[in-house]
């Protein structure tokens, strides 16, 4: 379920206000447009060009994200906490710390708390980066950055159009790329050394399918009570943790 915090800062509305944040410096999220409002063409042209997410959205949607009995004009756009990365500068880090790479990417992670976690976690264990999609997944709102106790303003977070062909990319990097799966290897029989890239899937889906084929290896982290899963932050936690192990020794 999307989740989006209401703040001032965080969110715009507005034809004239939108089409400005969409020309200045200002990293937005998402756009939001009217299913019936009219002359969305040039703010649809913006957005596209700016690489922020168009998303199509109710009178009952708008109103929620505007100030109560503001009128929206049939469009409002998040603007991002804090800056995105690229996929290139995350690689960057380890070649400037002269250690092979360890990245976390996030499989379509929805909810707003878990992805801050996961980036806490990620920042907090010396990860280079975390990459995130686009679509059907949590982006860089408040809420994610205050759930990440600010570390997304120290760790380098890229968001990607489709991390399939992002995981491609990295193995020629000599990057292996670890997915989280139940059906998986146990996590503690596997070697996370060297170029590592750990896959993080949502919470209800877990991997999708064109991610699983990319990986080169799924693990799995075993479960001896009564529960048979775990929640995506804290399986993170865990594998990201085991692979510091390894960086470590």
């Avoid at 939108?18 to 299913?35: H, T, W």
């Avoid at 922020?52 to 991002?80: D, N, R, Y």
Wanted: aromatic share 6%; charged share 25%.
């Amino acid at each position: 379920m999307e989740e989006i915090q209401k703040e001032e800062s965080q969110i715009i509305y507005g034809k004239n206000a939108v089409i400005e944040a969409l020309r200045s410096d200002s990293e937005i999220d998402a756009v939001y447009v009217s299913r019936s409002a009219g002359g969305m063409g040039k703010i649809i042209a913006l957005a596209k060009e700016k690489g922020a997410v168009i998303k199509e959205a109710g009178e009952e949607k708008l109103a929620a994200l505007a100030a109560p009995g503001a009128k929206h004009g049939g469009v409002a756009a998040v603007i991002a906490a804090a800056s995105y990365s690229t996929v290139d500068e995350i690689l960057s880090v380890s070649e400037e710390k002269g250690l092979p790479p360890f990245i976390i990417a996030a499989d379509g992670i929805q909810d707003p708390h878990n992805l801050g976690a996961i980036i806490r976690t990620a920042e907090a264990a010396g990860a280079d980066g975390v990459i995130i999609t686009k679509r059907r997944s949590a982006s860089l709102t408040s809420t994610v950055y205050k759930t990440s106790a600010g570390a997304a303003s120290w760790i380098k977070v890229a968001r990607v159009n489709s991390l399939a062909a992002v995981l491609e990319e990295l193995k020629e990097h000599n990057i292996w790329v670890y997915g989280a799966e139940a059906d998986g290897t146990p996590f503690y029989k596997a070697k996370l050394d060297g170029g590592c890239c750990l896959v993080i899937g949502s919470e209800g889906y877990g991997l999708s399918r064109l991610v699983r084929e990319k990986c080169d290896q799924v693990i799995s982290i075993d479960m001896f009570g009564h529960v048979n899963s775990l929640n995506a932050s804290v399986s993170a936690g865990i594998l990201i943790y085991e692979a510091v192990k390894y960086r470590r020794k």
